[in-house]
């Protein structure tokens, strides 16, 4: 079974930063795209960033450019979110996700495994 469980949440001021994690197991973070999705109550699921097979691409929507990083270690098997300058509009569910068919990488059609979500709030 594929298992993503995300950790690093938590409630930050304006202006403040945290790391995102998100271990994978039964899936191999290399294998294919990656990504971090984030859901506010009442909006749509909405893709942050995706990367691909360690780092040789990365991708982010417009929002986050320049403030965020994702990455990932091969070798723990783990994805990263480092997330800086963070604002209000950044408060939502985080979730990581493994890409199960060809898609836009920031469209959560393209990934069909999810972890359970990690809340940040930014206040």
């Known amino acids: 079974d594929v298992q993503l469980v995300e950790s690093g949440g938590g409630s930050v001021q304006s202006g403040g930063s945290l790391t995102l994690s998100c271990v994978a197991s039964?899936?191999?973070?290399?294998?294919?795209?990656m990504a971090w999705f984030r859901q506010a109550p009442g909006k749509e699921r909405e893709g942050v960033a995706a990367i691909w097979q360690g780092g040789g691409r990365t991708f982010y929507t417009d929002s986050v450019e320049g403030r965020f990083t994702i990455s990932q270690d091969n070798a723990k098997n783990t994805l990263y979110l480092q997330m800086g300058d963070l604002k209000p509009d950044d408060t939502a569910m985080y979730y990581c996700?493994?890409?199960?068919?060809?898609?836009?990488?920031?469209?959560?059609?393209?990934?069909?495994?999810w972890g359970q979500g990690t809340q940040v709030t930014v206040s």
């Open positions: 039964g899936y191999s973070v290399s294998e294919g795209y």
């Open positions: 996700a493994a890409q199960t068919q060809r898609g836009p990488v920031l469209s959560p059609a393209t990934y069909g495994y």
